[in-house]
C-alpha cells in the first residue's frame, strides 16, 4: 500500500505513493474535504483538474444525510457525488464528540442525537466500519475519541485506553470481514494515535496501534486549541514510534507553515477546512513570488473584502484564475454572488495543492 | 446587423442572424442573465460551452456596483467578468422605477436614491448611452419607462410620451457619438416600444419609434401583472408594426410556452431570470422525452426539494449532467451545500437555451 521512494537528507520528510483501490496517490499530500459528499461549490472533477489525486469525506454527515439507504443504493460515496478518486472517511468520533447532542457512552456504543433533527444515532467500532464499507471509502479511519486542549491526563487517559480498545474491535472486525469480501479487503484501515500532549500517553498510543498492525496511522487530537510549538513537539516523539512503512496522516492541519513542519517530522498526508472555509470569507492565499516552500514568507493572504482591491487589476493567481481579476473577485463578494464562493475556494485549493506539489519536489531535491 | 434568413410558412416566426461587434447571434435567442455582471454561480466561459452566444447585463446595476470607475479601468464590462460574447445591457429604467428609492424626475433626469446605500444617483437618455459606452455593451437600450399593469389610459400615455421623448434624445446623441468613435458606432442601439395593454397607445409607441430608426425594437412592459393572453394580443398588434429587417426583442419573457408563442408573433430575443432565479428554488426544468417544441407538454418542472427524489438515480438532464443523480442534487439542497445552485442552474440555462435551439430547428423545417 505504502511505498516510500525517498527520504531527505535534510529532515524526516519523505516521499513517497500510497496505492489504493482507486488508484495511487503521492506524499506528501493535502485532502480537499467534501464533508458533506460535495466539495465547497466545485465539482469534484472541477477539484481533480487542480491536481487533487484523493479527497476527504465524513463517516458522521453521510450517516445523517443523506443517509446509508441512499448511498448503498449508489453502490458507494463514489458514485453518488461522481468522482473516481481515492476517497479517504473520518471515523465521525471528531464530530460525535464535537456536534452531536445528548452523547452518551454505553460501553462500546456512543448513543447520540443528530445535530441536524434530533433522532437518535448509535455508532461504535464495529458499525463504524460498517458505514466505510457502505460509503466504499478507500481509507477508513477507526472509531476514536478526540479530546480537546488543554486537557488532563486523566482524561487524556481514558480516552486513549478507550480508542486503543475500540482499534483492536475495529481490526479485528475489518480482518473477518476481509475474508468474506476482496473489496472490503482492498479498502485500507488507518488507526488513530491520541495522548494529548502528553508524551507518555502519545509513546503507549502509538505502540499499542502499531502492534495492531494498521494500513496506516493518524495522529489524532493536534490542531484541537494547542499552539503550533507544542503540536511539532508531539509530533516529534510520536512520529518516531510509527513504522516507516506505513502513511502518516496528521489529522486537520493546517496551514501551509504548520503543513510544512510536519512534513519535516516525517507526515505524509494532511486535510484541513482551511483553504475552503476562508475562502468563504473572502481570505486569499497568495504566492508571494513563484510557488517555492524553500523560501521564508513564501506566501500571504489577502482579505479581497478590502476596499483596497475595488480597482485591483492583478489576476486572482497566475494560472487558473489569470483571466479574472482581484476587482472582479472584490465585487462578486461585495455584490454577494454565488461566483464569488467557487472562485476563491479554486484559487485556495490550487494553492494547497500546489503547495503539497512544491512540498514533493523539495524532498526529491533534498531542500527541505 | 439583423438578416432575415427565412419565415416559417405556418406562423410570423422567423430565422435570422444578429450581427454585432463582438460576433454573430442565431436568432430567435434567449441571453442568460448576469445583472450585476455575473452570471449566478457559472463562469461565463461555461455559459458560453451551454451553446449561449449573447449574455445580458445591467446598467442600473453596473452604475451603482461595481461603479463606472472601475468598470472604465477594465474597458468595459467583457474584460471585467471575462467574456467575449456579446453583451446586451438593459438601461436601467426598469431597476430605477422598481427598485431604486426617493425617484423624482425633473425634466429628463431621474434623481434617485441606490437601493443598496442610498446614495444619489442620476439617469437621463444620454447619461444612460455614455453609461454603455463605458459598459461597452454590444447591444444598448434606450431609456424608457416602464408601467405595471393593470394601469391607466393616462398613466399609459405619460409614459409613451416620456419614452418616445427619451428615445429620440438617446438617438440623436447615439448618432452624434458615431461620428467620432467608430467603436461606439458598432454599437447597437434599440428603442423600446410601450403603451401597456392600449393598442393605440402601442401602435403610437411603435410608430414614433420605427421613425428613429433604431438598429432593432424591444418591446417593453409586458411579463409585468399582465395574462399570457394580454401579452400575446398586445404581440399580435405590435409586432406588425415593426420593420421586418430589423431584430424584435420582447423583454422580461417567460416560460417556455411564452417563449414559443412570442417567436410565432414573430418575436427573435428574450431574456428572463426565470431559469436562474427557479434553479435557486430547485426547481428544474426538464424535457419529457427529447426536446422537442413542437408537441404539446414537451418539458415539465420538478421541486428537487421533494421527499421523493431522494433515492432517485435518474440523471439530471441526459447531457452536461448525466453523472449527476437527482437524489445528489436533491442532497445538496437538503444540505445547503453551494454547488446545488451550478447544478440547478447549468440545468436550466441549458434547458432554455437547447429550447432555442430546437425553437430555431422547428423554424427551418416549418414546423412551427
Redesign the interface.
Known amino acids: 500500500m505504502f511505498e516510500l521512494l525517498k527520504k531527505s537528507k535534510k529532515s524526516k520528510a519523505r516521499l513517497g505513493v500510497l496505492n489504493t483501490a482507486r488508484g495511487k496517490v503521492d506524499t506528501p499530500f493535502f485532502m480537499p474535504i467534501a464533508t458533506?459528499?460535495?466539495?465547497?461549490?466545485?465539482?469534484a472533477s472541477e477539484v481533480k483538474n487542480l491536481g487533487a489525486q484523493i479527497i476527504l469525506s465524513n463517516t458522521y454527515h453521510n450517516l445523517l444525510?443523506?443517509?446509508l439507504?441512499?448511498i448503498k443504493?449508489?453502490g458507494g460515496l463514489h458514485k453518488?457525488?461522481?468522482s473516481d478518486l481515492p476517497i479517504l472517511t473520518d471515523s465521525g468520533g471528531y464530530q460525535v464528540f464535537s456536534l452531536a447532542k445528548l452523547r452518551k457512552i454505553i460501553g462500546n456504543d456512543i448513543k447520540f442525537q443528530s445535530h441536524i433533527d434530533g433522532s437518535t444515532h448509535i455508532l461504535n467500532p464495529r458499525r463504524v466500519i460498517d458505514i466505510q464499507v457502505v460509503l466504499g471509502s478507500d481509507i477508513m479511519m477507526v472509531l476514536d475519541e478526540c479530546v480537546g486542549l488543554p486537557t488532563t491526563w486523566d482524561k487524556a487517559l481514558e480516552a486513549l485506553e478507550r480508542t486503543s480498545r475500540w482499534a483492536q474491535l475495529a481490526v479485528d472486525y475489518k480482518n473477518k470481514l476481509n475474508k468474506k469480501s476482496t473489496k472490503i479487503k482492498k479498502q485500507l484501515i488507518f488507526g488513530i494515535v491520541q495522548g494529548a500532549d502528553f508524551k507518555d500517553l502519545r509513546l503507549r498510543s502509538a505502540k499499542e496501534l502499531v502492534a495492531m498492525n494498521f494500513d496506516g496511522y493518524a495522529i489524532g487530537g493536534l490542531a484541537v486549541g494547542e499552539t503550533a510549538k507544542v503540536m511539532y513537539q508531539v509530533l516529534d516523539y510520536t512520529v518516531d514510534q510509527l513504522p516507516e512503512n506505513k502513511a502518516r496522516y496528521l489529522m486537520g492541519v493546517g496551514y501551509p507553515e504548520n503543513i510544512i513542519e510536519a512534513v519535516k517530522r516525517g507526515i505524509d498526508m494532511f486535510d484541513c477546512v482551511i483553504p475552503t472555509r476562508e475562502a468563504r470569507h473572502g481570505k486569499l492565499y497568495i504566492w508571494r513570488t513563484q510557488p517555492n516552500v524553500s523560501k521564508k514568507n513564501f506566501y500571504t493572504t489577502i482579505n479581497i473584502n478590502n476596499a483596497k482591491f475595488?480597482?485591483d487589476?492583478t489576476p486572482i493567481n497566475n494560472t487558473t484564475l489569470k483571466?479574472?481579476?482581484r476587482?472582479?473577485l472584490?465585487?462578486?463578494f461585495?455584490?454577494g454572488?454565488?461566483?464569488s464562493?467557487?472562485l476563491a475556494t479554486l484559487n485556495n485549493l490550487e494553492f494547497y495543492l500546489t503547495l503539497m506539489a512544491q512540498i514533493r519536489q523539495a524532498i526529491r531535491a533534498n531542500k527541505l
Chains 1, 2 share one sequence.
Open positions: 458533506k459528499a460535495a466539495i465547497k461549490s466545485m465539482e444525510r443523506p443517509g439507504d441512499v443504493k449508489f453518488f457525488m461522481d475595488r480597482k487589476k483571466n479574472y481579476s476587482a472582479y472584490h465585487h462578486l461585495k455584490t454572488e454565488p461566483l464562493l467557487k
